[in-house]
Each structure stands twice: as structure tokens, then as C-alpha cells.
């Protein structure tokens, strides 16, 4: 039988607030156990919440980011159960009047210019905050609770069961990990556990209509285990289902060192988690105003951003995808086009994805951290640009700016003497020393051997040193050879 | 000196007929002889009192003293109050020290109030009798052998026998009021958000409200005055103009118009306690005030919805006490359930746990809609009921509890018969509306309260109403007999 695959995702973003959503004390990653923990976050008798407007403007930002309504007014909820983590025996969370309903989020799936598209639409996200950790190591037999992270705000995003590959589930994680950072809302760290997903998997056969029973895989927080995990579970869920069994609703956990999930409870033992609005907290209302500030302070968005690279500087869509991978490159580019000149936007482009992606990669570099400036690359292309330096040369000056070696690339080429020889006297007689000084090679190449023509233009580039331009050095020799 | 109302007693320290070093002193003594026999007190601490008392007459010769500072005062051991034992008449919290003031204890103790002691209550409030404490049932000073009401009974007990001049009490259904009534005092319920719950061990949030306790309005309004305003700590307290509630207290009566509803008259109420309204309605249109008959038909639904409003709210609220950071925990135990479990069942006393019971299955998935949801909209009917009675009247009146104090025993065993207490009372809280009592004569010797209901943020008149009648009679006067 042939099988469809179907998955939804629920990620939880944590997001980049200074304090928690509920209280003042300190949501930085790293320290020293229940340091960042105020009587709030361990539940004093007597305290109460107070919400953050921060942790609310990321959420606004997000809905207008993904197109989705922002609710006028949304309500937090209680959702009860006991956990030694979980410091009032409930999580605050939002439950029947999440903040945010619906949009969607356009995905690419595959590499390079044959990727294809495709929109997932999302269900909601909501605003609640997160639990505490329980250690259970090192306390010999017992378990030690690290409360810091206790009521740190997060934004669970939900999507619509719209994916239909394990690769399409991490090309909609991608792209969500990148939106959120795109608009500054979370960092992104998934080692640190700000960026996480549970992703709902079952498979029907093709053509069904219903969906198959779900599983849900638990708390993801790497590209590859989520598609692993999921590529597993499907395997699993077929073989049960080809050899005549049925899917039980589970919560699953995802074991990386196996590769295989693993039931840790069953619909059956689901919490009853009590839900009811949070006497505490008002509902939260959301005036028009608040948000047409939020989106005034909107970075221009990645889809409409792509577009119009393609419509100002006519580059590709796979061009304007690449660089716009995240805010940071597609803001170095655009400070490298403007500096260089939009007529060489194409250029910029190339030398951003291919020379600097690889040298940031090999020193495990982000672009925020690029050892040569936009304006500094910029000044390299003008010079490949106006024929002053070739672009082998080119290449050389950007190895020699990232080195550090010159302020910018007219400087290098000054003082390394790498401007191009244009000069046809001085081209001419390299050429005739090169016939002159290589009988065999001018043999070959009359004999028919096209190859012998590029060994005499690498001689007389390497008498140049590089300089001559090369352009005419393969007019006149192969003027001259033929003449 | 240990009935003079405290404006007598701010005026008496003012001219330096006596120091507050002596008023503490004098009250010490009284509670030393005094508190074993009617156990008012869960905690008292002379030498932080003097210490406090010391502090206020400096503060006098310095020039700063306020209406109330130097003044002794109790707290009901609801409020967290750094460095004292905050137990909330609990088992649970029988240990645990807080290590913050409540924002009503700052706002009390920025006034220069002296804090003597913590009062016993019914546990965690919950109770009309005060015998749920875990720190023994509180005995009523008009007669040993009866209850104080409740859950402020320690307060109300306190205030009557004159250990202390004045009291806070909360009020989650007539907590205040009803052991006002029962003990022959004056105790307010402000508009729910006037005082911030910061500090205050929930019970039921949406309904918890910190009022005052004294002999009279006016000490009530004095107090007010001190104890409310907006607190950022708590996501609903008001944030309106600081208002003086002893405003109105010269205003006189005529043309007032008094409502008067006929469910609060009807089947249930002692004849007694009916004659001695009736006899403070009468001197009310003495002073120029009209009666005016209104319904409230929804307030038999008040006692039931209550009872799945509160317990609903109390059952997540409690949650927090698990043993697992700070309050009682088991000795012995297994695993993380077992130490759930039995430092539950060890800390929190039957009525506790029935309410947690009642207000976990009112929660369960399944019967939410049915009773949680019903009961919000009966809670805005009443709320409707209020509204369209006061179109006809400006304060509602009626008697604040069915009947007199009753004996140590007589209803512990029926709840049912113990929740009816509070059926005049509860409307006010699930309305979130002001309420009072003060005294109007007495039923078998017992004292009588007569409550008044006003709509919201009206406690201004409420008080002046109620002072007018206090300059008219003596009830407010009357001690328990052999003080």
C-alpha cells in the first residue's frame, strides 16, 4: 500500500525578553541555579503575576510577521499539574483565546535553484511561560530543581497538519527558526533550548481522507533529530499498520543515541490539566494602537525582502533566497550594493555567497562577526568591477583584507602592485615570449589542442604575475597563433 | 482607653497623653491575660511591637506622625509579613517564615501602625466558624462557648475583647462581615481591586478582598485610608485616585435612599436578627433616609455558584503547596506521588480538602461547562441583579448573616448548614462589590449585624451612612460582658 505521511509541529520559541513574563528576575542562559528565580517564579504564598508587555509585543510581532489575526482580546489560562519544576502546580499559558490565530509561513524544500515551494498554514500561537528543570544526576537518588528558567516567556506555534515529508517538517522548522530571529524575537539557540518542537505524526493511505491516529515526538531541539525522529517514527507507524495493528494516541520521546521513539504515556493516562482562565491576570487587550506600533518597528520581512532582490538587483531566486537567509547577511549585502554600486548588486551577490560564505565557514563564523566589512568588499568589487584587478586577483586582495593586511582594497592592490597591465605594448611581449619560449605547446595548439591554448595564457599570466588582463591576453595570442 | 475609637486614640497620642511604647504595652497585657482563653492569636511578638511602638513615638517627635501612626494594630495571619511566621491557620505553613510584607502590611506600616500580633482565621480561610484552624478553634468573647464566625474570626475576636483596637481581615464570602456581625464590630469589604492581594495567601482570587476591621465606621474609613491603593504588583488592583474615605462622614441621611431586598427578609432568617434590623431601618428613616423595596432574584444561586467559583479557584491556588520548596513535607515517603500525597494529607486540615475536591472535579475535563462556566454566568446575573436594584436605591440593606453567633460545634459537621451562613454575604464577592457590617442591637444577647451593600467604589458613603448611625446609637460602644 502506498502511504501518506502527515505532520503538524508545535514549537515552542522562547522569546529574547530581559526579564520573565511574569516577573522581574532575569531570563539570561547559564547561571548558577535558582540565581534568576524571584518569589514569583518560586511561587511564594501571596505572590501574583504581572505580565510583560515585552514577552506581548513579540507575540504582535510574530502574528503580523506570519500574517495572522492578533486578538483583540486574549485570555490566560491555567493548566494544572503537579511537577517539582513546575513551582504553583500550574503553568500559565493561554488556552480558548490564544493572542494569535492563523497565517501561514511559505517554505522551500530541497537545495539550490530546483527547490520547491510550498505554504504551511499555522493554527495559532499562543503566550505562556515556561517550567523550571529538574536534575536528576549527580544528587545521588534524588533530583535537584533549577528554577531559573521557571516563567521564562514563550510563544507556542502551532501548525495546521499541512506537512507531508519529514524534510518538509524541517524545511517549515527552518524556516520558522529563521523568521523568529529575522524579527528579533528569539535567539534561535536550540543547544540552549530556545527554540524547540514536538512534532505530530500519522500516516493514512494515499488518497484517504481522514487523518491516520497521531503520535506526538516530544521536544526536538535539532534540525536532524526532528527529521530522525520523524523519518523513524513513520517507519514505525507503517509497520504496525502492515502488519494488521492499530496506532495508539501516544506522547512519544525521541532517544538520539538509538534513533528510535519510545511511548511515555498514552492517551489514557493523559493529564486532565483543569484548564480555567487565570483569575490573576486580566485578559489581555490589545488596542489597534499597539499594534500599529509594533509593526512601524518591523524589519521588512524575508518573502517581501527576496522579491525585491529579484525585482531591484535581478538576481535569482535561489540568489535572493541564499541572502536572505537570515537578517544579518540580507543587511550585509544590502550595505555592500550600496556601497559598491546597484549596477554590481549581481556581483556583491557572488562574492558574498561564494568567497565570504566559505571563508566564514571554515572559521565557523557568523556574518555578524565577517573579518571584512561590507564597505570593504565593496571596494573589491568596484575594482574587479572597473578592470583595475582581475578576479583571480580579486580573490587575492579579499584573502589579504580579511587577513587584515590593508584598510580597503585600493590600498592593497597599491601596495602589493596588483593593478591589472592593460597596457597592449606590454601585453604584446609577454605574448611573443610565451610563443617564443614554449615551441611545443604552439605545436599542440596548431595541431588542434585547445588545451595548449590555456597553458600558454597561464604562462603569460604567471610572467605577469596575475596583472595582465586577461581578456587580452587571449585576444592577441590568439590573434597571434592564428596569424 | 482600651474602647476609644482611634481617631481618640491618635488625638490621645498626639497630645502625648499617652506614648505608643504604653498603648502597646497596655494591649500586650491584655492579650497576655486574654488570648489563652479566647485564642485569637496565631503569633505575638512584644519585643518587634515595642520595638515598632518605639519606632512610632520617634517618629512623632520628629514631627511626622500620621492619623494612625503609634496606633497597635493585628494582622490577620493571611498577610505575608517579613520575618514573622505567616501560617494562614495551616498545618502547611506552620513553619514558614515570609520574607515579604503583603502590600496592605506596607501600606499599615508606612501609616506607623504598631503590628502586635497575627490573627487566627479559619485555614486558608476557608470556614464561617474559625474552627478549621489548625491552631485550635477561636472562642467568641460575647460568650466562650460560641463561635467568633469566620474565617477572620481571630480578628473579629481580637478587636471584640479589646486586645487591639484594630484588625485586617479578608473577605472571600463574608469573611470580614460575618464574624463582624457575629462579634459586635464593624468590618468593611472594599470593592474588589481596592486593596492590592499582593502579599495575600489566595484563596479564591476573584473574590479575595482585604478590609478592615475596627469598632466603628469611622476607624474603618481611617484605616481604608491607609490600607488601599494601586499596587503594580497585583494585575488587578485599581489604579484610580487616591480617594479619602472619610470624606462622607458628616454627610447627613436625608433623602438617602435604602434598598431593601426581599430575599434577604424571607424564610431563614432568625426573628430575632430580623426585629433588630428592622429597629436599625427604623432609626435610619429617622435620620432622613428612605426605604425602598428591591429584588434580587438571582441570590439564591449565590451560595451554589459560590461554591464552584471559589473551591474551583482554591483547588489551583493550593497547588503551590506540594513540599516541595517550603511548608510542610512528609516525613516519610517513596516516590515523588507518595510525597505529594501524604505532605498534602498531612498539611491541610478536611475543609481544606474538601474544597480542593469540590474545586478539582468542577474543573475536570467534562464537567467544566457544566458547573465552572454556569456559575460565571450566574455570577453576572447577580452582578445585573445589583445593577438594576441600585437604579431604585442608593446602598442595599439587610441583615449579614441569618443568626447570632452560634455554639462551638453546632454546624462543623454539615457544611451545607455551615456555607448558609454566608448567604447574605457572598452576592457582594461574586458582584465584587463593597459590602459591610456594623453592629444594630443585639438577639438573645448576641450582637446583631445589620449589612450595608453599596454599589462599586461607593465606600465613602457606605461609611458615612454607617457613622451617622453610629452618632445616633451605641451598639458600636457595647463590650462583651466582664471587660
Known sequence: ?483 | MINLSLSELGAALAAGKISSVELTQLFLARIARENPRLNAFISVDEERALGASRAADKRRAQGNAGPLTGIPLAHKDIFCTQGWRTTCASRMLENFVSPYDAHVVEQLAAAGMVLVGKTNMDEFAMGSSNETSYFGIVKNPWDDKLVPGGSSGGSAAAIAARLVPAATGTDTGGSIRQPAALCGLTGLKPTYGICSRYGMIAFASSLDQAGPMAKSAEDCALMLNAMAGFDTRDSTSLDRPVENYARLLGEPLAGLRIGLPREYFAEGLDAGVHAAVDAALEQFRKLGAVTVDVSLPNSGLAVPAYYVIAPAEASSNLSRFDGVRYGHRAAEYGDLNDMYCRSRAEGFGPEVKRRILIGTYVLSHGYYDAYYVQAQKIRRLIADDFKAAFQHCDLIMGPTAPDVAFPLGAKSSDPVQMYLNDIYTIAANLAGLPGMSIPCGFARNLPVGLQIVGPWFDEARMLGTAHQYQLHTDWHRSMPPGL
Open chain 1, 1 to 483: 500500500m502506498q502511504w501518506e505521511v502527515v505532520i503538524g509541529l508545535e514549537t515552542h520559541a522562547q522569546l529574547a525578553t530581559e526579564s520573565k513574563i511574569f516577573s522581574g528576575a532575569a531570563t539570561a542562559f547559564g547561571a548558577a541555579p535558582n540565581v534568576q528565580a524571584c518569589g514569583v517564579d518560586i511561587a511564594l504564598p501571596g505572590v501574583l503575576p504581572v505580565l510583560n508587555r515585552k514577552a506581548v509585543d513579540c507575540a504582535i510581532r510574530f502574528g503580523l510577521a506570519v500574517g495572522g489575526d492578533i486578538a483583540p482580546r486574549s485570555v490566560f489560562a491555567r493548566k494544572n499539574y503537579f511537577y517539582p519544576d513546575l513551582p504553583k502546580g500550574y503553568q500559565i499559558s493561554q488556552y480558548e483565546a490564544p493572542v494569535v490565530s492563523g497565517g501561514s509561513l511559505s517554505i522551500r524544500i530541497g537545495q539550490g535553484s530546483d527547490a520547491q515551494e510550498k505554504t504551511v498554514r499555522l493554527t495559532r500561537a499562543h503566550l505562556e511561560e515556561d517550567a523550571g528543570k529538574s536534575l536528576h544526576e549527580d544528587f545521588q537518588g534524588k533530583s535537584g530543581i533549577d528554577l531559573n528558567r521557571a516563567g521564562t516567556p514563550l510563544l507556542e506555534i502551532v501548525s495546521e497538519p499541512d506537512m507531508r515529508s519529514s524534510a518538509e517538517a524541517v524545511a517549515y522548522a527552518r524556516a520558522l527558526h529563521a523568521l523568529v530571529r529575522w524579527i528579533g524575537i528569539c535567539d534561535g539557540n536550540m543547544q540552549e533550548g530556545s527554540f524547540r518542537c514536538d512534532a505530530n505524526v500519522s500516516v493514512r493511505p494515499k488518497g484517504a481522507s481522514e487523518f491516520g491516529t497521531r503520535r506526538e515526538i516530544k521536544n526536538l531541539n535539532s534540525f536532524r533529530f526532528l527529521q530522525q525522529a520523524i523519518d523513524y517514527e513513520v517507519q514505525w507507524q507503517i509497520g504496525v499498520l502492515e502488519d494488521g495493528g492499530k496506532i495508539q494516541q501516544a506522547t512519544v520521546l525521541f532517544n538520539p543515541d538509538t534513533g528510535e521513539t519510545r511511548a511515555m504515556r498514552s492517551k489514557e493516562d493523559a493529564h486532565d490539566y483543569r484548564y480555567f482562565p487565570d483569575p490573576d491576570l486580566l485578559p489581555l487587550v490589545i488596542a489597534p494602537a499597539w499594534k500599529d506600533q509594533v509593526q512601524a518597528a518591523m524589519p521588512e520581512l524575508p518573502d517581501a525582502m527576496r522579491e525585491r532582490f529579484g525585482r531591484d538587483y535581478g538576481l535569482s531566486a535561489y540568489d535572493a533566497a541564499t541572502l536572505t537567509a537570515t537578517l544579518d547577511l540580507a543587511r550585509y549585502f544590502e550595505s555592500c550594493v550600496a556601497a559598491a554600486g546597484r549596477e554590481l548588486a549581481k556581483p556583491c551577490a557572488n562574492w558574498v555567497m561564494v568567497d565570504l560564505a566559505a571563508r566564514l565557514n571554515r572559521a565557523e563564523l557568523d556574518i555578524a562577526q565577517s573579518p571584512i566589512s561590507a564597505v570593504q568588499l565593496a571596494g573589491l568589487v568596484r575594482r574587479v568591477g572597473d578592470g583595475t584587478i582581475s578576479n583571480a586577483i580579486g580573490k587575492k586582495v579579499f584573502d589579504a583584507l580579511c587577513n587584515g593586511e590593508g584598510a580597503d582594497a585600493d590600498a592593497i592592490i597599491e601596495a602589493q602592485g596588483l593593478r591589472q597591465v592593460n597596457d597592449a605594448g606590454a601585453i604584446e611581449a609577454l605574448v611573443d615570449a610565451a610563443i617564443a619560449g614554449n615551441p611545443k605547446s604552439v605545436e599542440e595548439f596548431r595541431a588542434g589542442k585547445e588545451k595548449a591554448f590555456q597553458a600558454l595564457v597561464g604562462q603569460v599570466m604567471k610572467a605577469s604575475k596575475g596583472k595582465a588582463n586577461p581578456q587580452q591576453v587571449n585576444e592577441l595570442l590568439r590573434k597571434k597563433l592564428q596569424g
